[in-house]
Nanobody, 119 residues
Framework: QVQLVESGGGLVQAGGSLRLSCAAS????????MGWFRQAPGKAREFVAR????????LYSDSVKGRFTISRDNAKNTVYLQMNSLKPEDTAVYYC????????????WGQGTQVTVSS
């Protein structure tokens, strides 16, 4: 069992930056591939980024590539999403998720943190 808690969301102007954090507890942090998803009002939840457990490889959706950076600090059991050059269309609830070792799916999810980008 693992619990994920996101923080760092808030209100920002277009072009601004935010850094989201996701603290994991339970199973050792190094045992998880970690990802970020988001859901805007009236839209389906979409993939944003992930960082692979095995080698730290990162993957981003085309919509955020070059603007967002996912990273992790295993010693702190925390994954981050640095969001730069924010756009109004980035407005969404952002969710942290974890893939346990041996799984192909994001089995654990945080409660979400709101990011609102004004124009």
């Amino acid at each position: 069992q693992v619990q994920l808690v996101e923080s760092g969301g808030g209100l920002v102007q277009a072009g601004g930056s935010l850094r989201l954090s996701c603290a994991a507890s339970g199973r050792t942090f190094s045992g998880y591939t970690m990802g970020w998803f988001r859901q805007a009002p009236g839209k389906a939840r979409e993939f944003v980024a992930r960082i692979r457990r095995s080698d730290g490889n990162t993957l981003y959706s085309d919509s955020v590539k070059g603007r967002f950076t996912i990273s992790r600090d295993n010693a702190k059991n925390t994954v981050y999403l640095q969001m730069n050059s924010l756009k109004p269309e980035d407005t969404a609830v952002y969710y942290c998720a974890a893939v346990p070792t041996g799984s192909n799916s994001f089995d654990y999810w945080g409660q979400g943190t709101q990011v609102t980008v004004s124009s």
